[in-house]
């Protein structure tokens, strides 16, 4: 199969970065056919700073109204002529042989309905100092996906900057939901999964992925869109006790509630009573999902975890969290 790639990059305030990612376009050992810088209504000077990368490739630079990550990106592919598009996010960095390796498993059409092909990821901090290589070896999910179980009990981990992904796919399954800002590329590749879609993993880094304080994974905004991609999940994929089948209460409860209690644990650490109370809140609206015990376990935890915060007693309050984690 011979597929013609489209690099699609979201602009979000991203002048700090944005030149270093797409001079590592530029730099690949096997040229993308499009470059297309998807402008999200930035505030700085990220948008000129790709106007004058456009002197020295093609770039096609496309401006809209801020609308967040999953509405950039599609944005970016309806706009691509391309049959694949490779996702670069603005403060990540590709490897010179990352289109060249990703490519490949299409060209040679030996998996039935490919969708994907990724890749490990090198973690860096943000001045570009290396933190861990293959980073994806250290985390608790295999790679590929071969099982809905493995794409709900986990994080999927499959990077939209380490990844190739079909067009024709992402059209099938109804392009990134624009209403989560965090968490949905893993809603986009599990309903990839869903619709029979496969997925190829190389285990070999071929990005760059760059993580600091201020990323999106740490914020607010992140935590309320996993709330939202929880009530999601919970919604399309139903226990069904005939089967004795319990995706809801046995796979994606205790994964959500070990997430949101992990963050409570962090912000008594960080004495963030704001970030408290909302993975407080998020742990009792996810509580009556789970099994019996869990729930009676929350009921009666709740209320002394706000009691000890509101005393400053954090100790005794991350103590009842871990506890409550033992489902």
Not at 20 to 32: D, L, M, N, W, Y
Not at 64 to 89: E, M, Y
Not at 156 to 172: D, N, R, T
Request: aromatic share 10%; with cysteine.
């Amino acid at each position: 199969m011979d597929a013609s790639i489209a690099a699609v990059i979201p602009l979000y305030n991203g002048s700090k970065f944005i030149e270093e990612a797409i001079r590592s376009v530029f730099a690949q050992t096997t040229p993308v056919d499009e470059i297309v810088v998807v402008d999200d209504g930035s505030k700085d000077d990220g948008p000129e700073i790709v106007g004058g990368l456009s002197r020295l490739h093609p770039i096609t630079l496309l401006r809209k109204p801020n609308g967040g990550q999953s509405s950039a990106r599609n944005f970016g592919i309806n706009h691509t002529r391309c049959s694949h598009v490779a996702f670069l996010d603005q403060d990540d960095i590709w490897y010179e042989d990352h289109i060249e390796r990703l490519k490949t498993p299409f060209a040679e059409g030996k998996t039935r309905k490919l969708a994907v092909v990724y890749g490990n990821l090198d973690q860096i901090d943000q001045k570009g100092g290396m933190i861990a290589q293959n980073v994806l070896d250290l985390v608790p999910t295999p790679q590929p996906k071969t099982t809905l179980q493995q794409c709900l009990e986990h994080d999927m981990f499959m990077l939209p900057s380490a990844s190739l992904v079909s067009k024709a796919a992402i059209e099938a399954v109804g392009f990134f939901d624009e209403s989560l800002i965090g968490y949905e590329d893993d809603d986009l590749f599990i309903r990839m999964f869903s619709a029979g879609y496969r997925f190829v993993y190389l285990d070999e880094a071929v990005t760059k992925w760059r993580i600091y304080s201020s990323s999106t994974s740490f914020s607010s905004v992140m935590s309320r869109s996993r709330l939202r991609y929880f009530r999601k999940q919970i919604t399309e994929h139903r226990d069904d006790a005939g089967l004795s089948v319990f995706w809801i209460r046995d796979v994606i409860g205790p994964r959500f509630m070990r997430l949101v209690l992990n963050d409570f644990i962090k912000s008594t650490k960080s004495y963030d009573s704001v970030g408290m109370k909302a993975s407080l809140a998020d742990a009792l609206e996810i509580a009556p999902i789970m099994n019996s015990r869990t729930r009676r376990r929350m009921r009666r935890s709740a209320p002394v975890m706000r009691v000890l915060c509101h005393a400053h007693l954090y100790g005794w309050a991350r103590s009842l969290a871990r506890r409550a984690m033992r489902f």
